[in-house]
């Protein structure tokens, strides 16, 4: 079984910059979650997809967005980074798109913004 | 607003003693409550969850207590293991029909010392 993977692992940006962050959702897991953990903090929901359509968003801006594939990966996409987006991005799959079922996370991308 | 609060930083206990970690919640809707333990350089990793229908639930050394009238949960470890040093987030969540969106603490840091 395959478990979810991260891409890249760091990453530096600029502010202004824009940046895309990509995840493979677990083997047999349709539905992808998108966290942002900043140091010292819990991770904060920020949107989830299922069936390549967002049906969840935390409160985060519209620079925000993201996709997910027929094939169930996914990417988080932010567009004109603030230094405030420094964090560590986590991307977690689970199996269905509403109700509780734990989240199965990658190891993250940590984000750098300079 | 914090939801679901973990207060207390740091925990150090000795090996084969019982950790105890505890968290406490606000939100009353909140139905289904997890733990992950996070490793540094890697992504939560789901220990043991239980619904809010139940009080106590069970996996080898790890125990979840939920106290749904003082809103409040625990995990305990029993007995612990210098491995089990690492991160504990409490989360939990509630069944709205859309997404399954976790709302984490902040995080107990737990040293297990020989």
């Known amino acids: 079984e395959t478990g979810v993977t991260q891409s890249p692992t760091h990453l530096i940006k600029t502010r202004g910059q824009q940046v895309t962050l990509r995840c493979s959702s677990q083997?047999?897991?349709?539905?992808v979650s998108w966290y942002q953990q900043a140091l010292g903090q819990g991770p904060q929901f920020i949107f989830q997809?299922?069936?390549?359509?967002?049906?969840g968003r935390g409160n985060f801006p519209p620079r925000f967005s993201g996709l997910q594939f027929p094939n169930y990966s996914s990417e988080l996409n932010v567009n004109a980074l603030e230094l405030d987006d420094s964090a560590l991005y986590l991307c977690a799959s689970s199996f269905g798109g509403t109700g509780n079922s734990p989240l199965h996370f990658g190891n993250g991308t940590r984000l750098t913004v300079t | 607003d914090q939801q679901v609060k973990q207060n207390s930083p740091s925990l150090s206990v000795q090996e084969g003693r019982i950790s105890i970690l505890n968290c406490d919640y606000t939100n009353s809707m909140f139905d289904y409550f997890l733990w992950y333990k996070k490793y540094p350089a890697e992504g939560p990793t789901f220990l043991i969850s239980i619904s809010s229908i139940k009080d106590k639930n069970e996996d080898g050394r790890f125990t979840v207590f939920l106290n749904k009238s003082a809103k409040h949960l625990s995990l305990h470890i029993v007995p612990s293991q210098p491995g089990d040093s690492a991160v504990y987030f409490c989360?939990?969540?509630?069944?709205?029909?859309?997404?399954?969106?976790?709302?984490f603490g902040t995080g107990t840091r737990l040293q297990v010392t020989l």
């Open positions: 083997s047999g897991h349709n539905t």
């Open positions: 997809y299922y069936r390549e359509e967002e049906n």
């Open positions: 989360a939990a969540s509630a069944n709205t029909g859309t997404a399954s969106k976790l709302t």
